[in-house]
């Protein structure tokens, strides 16, 4: 009786913490434009150096420096991570793109199709088999993917980058089976050697914009690292505590948010073309939860019933 009194209360601070995590990655739009005139490649390499210092401080407090040194002992693990690493980078490095060149609205895009592209990830790479609804929802989002390019006249690259990259970092991080504050201090670590190079270069050809811009710009940009492992850290501590269905329907929050901010205070354009493939990519979402949450459900009851046998 005490245990289940206890874990309302727990549930109750990881659904908030869940919430504050993907409100805060639908925030994302409002602060990486902040960061002008740093290009796009200099914000990047940036928000891995100072991930890197973020993430090694927080090894120390948390005392995980033990879980990193046995992640560094397997090399299957390793190799994943460094999948992992090179995603991350793709992902972060065209959102960032995204949002400062006015194309809040096709990133947001991304993010609503990245569960149906893990689910077909899950198919090619992992050999899963589909029910027939989650079929049905995967052709809803691919005539919705051909709407979107005849009206953009040109594929949706950022959204189907950002979709299939987020996807791969998903699924190595996944197969890796590490903690998120180890894994992620181990993928910046790989990366910020190539990032500060960048920015030694940038420096050195005077094209760098660090130190140019005053001490507001410095702070934002030394921010970035913090920025990266706040929502991370909400993230983790919210996974521990609510269900997995609970967490999937989610992850919508940071989307849904990217897209009205587009839509309204940036003033993205909306042509009907536009707004018909994003109405079947919810659509097909809503296909795909519906069918997500009854097969939990159905697989909770049947566990039951092997429990009371």
């Not at 948010?257 to 073309?273: A, H, I, N, R, Y």
């Amino acid at each position: 009786m005490i245990t289940r009194v206890s874990s309302v209360p727990d549930a109750r601070r990881g659904l908030i913490l869940g919430v504050a995590a993907y409100l805060l990655w639908g925030a994302f739009p409002l602060y990486w434009p902040l960061l002008a005139p740093s290009s796009p490649a200099e914000i990047l390499a940036h928000r891995i150096v100072w991930s890197l210092v973020v993430m090694g401080v927080l090894l120390v407090v948390l005392r995980r420096t033990t879980a990193l040194r046995a992640l560094l002992r397997d090399r299957r693990t390793v190799l994943l991570l460094c999948v992992a690493a090179v995603t991350i980078t793709s992902n972060w490095g065209t959102y960032i793109y995204g949002v400062n060149n006015d194309r809040v609205v096709e990133t947001s895009l991304g993010y609503f199709i990245n569960p149906l592209v893990t689910v077909l990830m899950g198919v090619l790479v992992l050999g899963e088999r589909l029910r027939a609804i989650q079929w049905t929802a995967l052709a809803i989002g691919f005539v919705a993917v051909v709407v979107l390019t005849v009206d953009y006249g040109r594929p949706p690259v950022i959204a189907l980058i950002l979709a299939f990259s987020f996807g791969t970092y998903g699924l190595a991080k996944k197969s890796a089976g590490v903690g998120a504050i180890e894994s992620l201090a181990f993928e910046t670590a790989v990366l910020a050697p190539f990032a500060a190079t960048y920015l030694i270069w940038l420096g050195v050809a005077g094209q760098a914009h660090f130190a140019g811009e005053g001490s507001g710009h410095v702070a934002l940009l030394v921010a970035s690292g913090v920025v990266t492992a706040v929502p991370l850290l909400c993230f983790g501590a919210a996974a521990t505590r609510v269900p997995m269905t609970s967490l999937g329907l989610l992850q919508y929050l940071a989307p849904v948010l990217q897209f009205t901010l587009g839509v309204t205070l940036l003033s993205e354009d909306m042509p009907p073309g536009r707004w018909i493939g994003f109405s079947l990519v919810w659509l097909a979402l809503v296909v795909f939860t519906v069918d997500a949450v009854r097969h939990h459900r159905r697989e909770l009851a049947l566990a039951a019933e092997a429990c009371a046998l």
